[in-house]
């Protein structure tokens, strides 16, 4: 059973940055893929970005390429965020999650954060 912790949402201006963390315990970090998800008020949990075990290969989804980086430190059991020129239209409640497969599917994750807010204000 894994356990996952996000933190470092809030409320930023537009164009500005964000880093978000998630911090997993109860598992082998190691083994499994990593994704970020995003849910806005009234819309579908969607994908953002995940980065396989190694951290290696890493995916994007197309709203979000060229401005988030996704990042894992397997020593430290974290995967990282990096959110830069901020959109008002990024604002939603972001999740980590993490399964064995690698997949951009969100109901396909085992395992789910209970998330952290980011704002971005025009």
């Known amino acids: 059973q894994v356990q996952l912790v996000e933190s470092g949402g809030g409320v930023v201006q537009a164009g500005g940055s964000l880093r978000l963390s998630c911090a997993a315990s109860?598992?082998?970090?190691?083994?499994?893929?990593m994704g970020w998800f995003r849910q806005a008020p009234g819309k579908e949990r969607e994908f953002v970005a995940y980065i396989t075990r190694s951290g290696v290969y890493t995916s994007y989804g197309d709203s979000v390429k060229g401005r988030f980086t996704i990042s894992r430190d397997n020593a430290k059991n974290t995967v990282y965020l990096q959110m830069d020129s901020l959109k008002p239209e990024d604002t939603a409640v972001y999740y980590c999650?993490?399964?064995?497969?690698?997949?951009?599917?969100?109901?396909?994750?085992?395992?789910w954060g209970q998330g952290t807010q980011v704002t971005v204000s025009s």
């Open positions: 109860g598992g082998t970090f190691r083994s499994y893929t």
């Open positions: 999650a993490a399964d064995m497969v690698i997949t951009s599917i969100p109901q396909e994750y085992d395992y």
